[in-house]
């Protein structure tokens, strides 16, 4: 009996390890498959948390977007005597992958579906719709400082952030639906994009259920013209943005974030005639739950703050995201758990 117990117990342990080192690489590949979004609508806290090389993630993401400019256009021309509100669903891949000895990650979106606006002058008003294909986007980033590429299961065990700086690279083709005689499109007839320095700083141990972190994401947005907007040229001067989340982990199954971002600049000018720089804050939150072993859950809200002017851009955006990750790891240790 004795020996069939001492047999047992490391039996159990290895279990127990097993489990562990399952848990930390879902929950990696899961925070890896968050998806960017657009620039309002942030991008999902943890996004850039490491993860190991070679890990998947497909996201499945709802947007419902309202205010006083063309939410699927991040550039926000402000109408002021205008409301648009708007439906989007983004699918997309991202992987991660090491590059000069760097973590680096590769991801693609492509937004659908509808956007509409309504205008009102007086006693009268029109009407705006469309729908369809948005411009798609591609991602590339790396990190500059931090701990190695997470190439295997001892480095997996002893990782942690501590600092982290990364450089990222966004470009939108300019290949959505585009109609050059509506004011009101899902695509933007012109090359787009952004450079940003993801930062991610860990407070505390790093343990799930324990973890907290401070995500940052400065970044810059710069636009072509538009040389067929409505017979005339849009044009947009650089574009600003910080994005802030503080995230914690309630429980090993769940964690949270409150959201903030700010955008300054990107003054627009149509036909010779300048509109007004930005100057918008937004809050906001997102909770994230782990659904199963491969799948997770993430709701987020946010609004702008100071929006009291007719001038200033309102806009509001509620976002759920179905996210699935996977690493060819993962689907053996399942095995082998199995078959013990």
Known sequence: MCNTVNAEGPKRADKRRARLVRHLIIVFALALCAGPSLSYAQVPPRFYWKTLMGSEGVPLI??????????????????????????????GYAK????????AMGAGLLPMGRVSSETTLGVFSANQNASGFGDPMVEFNINLIGPPPIKNIPDLMRYEPGFSLDLLVDLYLPIGEYDRDEALNL??????????????????????????????????????????????????????????HLTHDLIETLWG?????????????IAGMSGESLDNLGLGFTLGYQLSEKMQLTI????????????????DVFRISLLYGWHKMIEGMGRLNEDG
């Open 300 to 315: 987020g809200y946010m609004a702008s703050v100071n929006d009291s002017a007719p001038d200033d851009l309102r806009m």
């Open 257 to 269: 974030s409150l959201d903030v971002t700010w955008i300054t600049g990107g003054k627009s000018t």
């Open 187 to 244: 695509g933007q007839n012109r090359w787009y994009g952004r450079l940003g320095a993801p930062i991610v700083w860990q407070f505390g141990p790093w343990v799930p259920g324990q973890r907290t972190t401070l995500d940052l994401l400065p970044s810059l947005w710069l636009f072509s013209d538009n040389n067929d907007f409505q017979g005339g040229t849009l044009e947009t001067d650089p574009m600003f943005q910080v994005e802030g």
């Open 62 to 91: 709802y947007m419902s977007m309202s205010g006083n400019a063309n939410p699927l256009d991040p550039a926000y021309v402000v109408t002021a005597n205008a409301e648009f509100d708007a439906e989007i669903i983004i699918a």
């Open 96 to 103: 991660m992958l090491p590059l000069f000895d760097r973590s």
